[in-house]
């Protein structure tokens, strides 16, 4: 990846963010701080790791995503509208009645979305299906699932780590969005799961510890996770809650919670001042 390409991703990044903020201020609910933190994995995937096209989102020979953690949805919207699934403006209707974009992703709705998710926990495991499927089929696409620090409390990720160790899914790429706040308060008080790394290891994963917020590791993680063989990869990326808007950078309360329009335009003009800085230089 050279300098050229780092600046679209950080660019695009910054669109993210801004299109996750819109979609969860006209939607008067919503989930900004873990759709902020993972705003930068999402627009890896989408316009540099992935092997998709928006032209054809059922193409069978594509690479996969899951949204385990299925309620950072405005921030997945966002990158599936900015790659050109659907309009930008539909994120202006998110959570509306009658509207394509609903609080957590539905595959049968929104074009681009490989799995409907919500229910922590269960989207890793629809991942390790499709990396079987894909293994049984002889297919050579990847299957990638973003999960929660918080999520991974759940008994049924570590189910699912099992399964794809033992079925040794090297077409399988976890990525744990490291951000160490979830709704009831820190990840260490409420459950304390670390070591992470550690855990994975021992269910039989390849595991690289990055900053999610950094492209130049994150394209040297997914790169290495693409050579890695006979066995899964996860990615655990540390991040900030609530990246890129001041008030919201490591504050649980904005795990789940709408921004009002003063909030709004205060996010925003942070944004839009920081995508100006990023075009200029």
């Given at each position: 990846m050279n300098s050229?390409?780092?600046?679209?991703?950080?660019?695009?990044?910054?669109?993210?963010?801004?299109?996750a903020i819109e979609g969860v201020f006209h939607a008067k609910s919503g989930h900004p701080g873990?759709?902020?933190?993972?705003?930068?994995l999402y627009t890896y995937l989408y316009f540099?790791?992935?092997?998709?096209d928006?032209?054809?989102?059922?193409?069978p020979d594509r690479d996969r995503f899951v949204l385990s953690k299925g309620h950072c949805a405005p921030g997945l919207y966002a990158a599936l509208a900015l790659r050109g699934y659907f309009p930008m403006d539909e994120l202006k209707k998110l959570r509306h009645i009658g509207a394509m974009l609903q609080g957590h992703p539905d595959?049968?709705?929104?074009?681009?979305?490989?799995?409907?998710?919500?229910?922590?926990?269960?989207g890793i495991s629809a991942a390790c299906g499709m990396a079987k499927a894909g293994k049984m089929d002889n297919k050579d696409y990847r299957v990638y699932t973003l999960l929660g620090d918080g999520e991974i409390e759940e008994g049924q990720v570590w189910e699912a780590a099992m399964f794809a160790g033992h079925q040794k899914l090297d077409n399988l790429c976890v990525i744990v969005d490291y951000n160490g706040l979830q709704i009831d308060g820190p990840v260490s008080e409420v459950a304390g799961p670390e070591p992470i790394d550690k855990k994975f290891e021992a269910f039989g994963f390849d595991v690289t510890t990055i900053n999610g917020h950094c492209f130049d590791e994150i394209e040297a993680a997914f790169e290495h996770a693409k050579t890695v063989k006979g066995k899964p990869c996860a990615i655990i990326a540390k991040t900030v809650k609530g990246k890129g808007v001041s008030f919201m950078e490591n504050q649980?309360?904005?795990?789940?919670?709408?921004p009002n329009a003063e909030q709004y335009e205060i996010a925003m003009q942070e944004l839009r001042k920081a995508l100006a800085e990023l075009e200029a230089e």
């Open positions: 050229s390409e780092k600046k679209q991703l950080k660019i695009a990044a910054c669109k993210v963010r801004m299109g873990g759709s902020l933190s993972a705003a930068d540099q790791e992935m092997h998709i928006p032209e054809n989102p059922k193409d595959m049968k709705g929104t074009p681009g979305v490989d799995m409907s998710s919500g229910s922590l926990g269960q649980v309360g904005w795990h789940g919670t709408a």
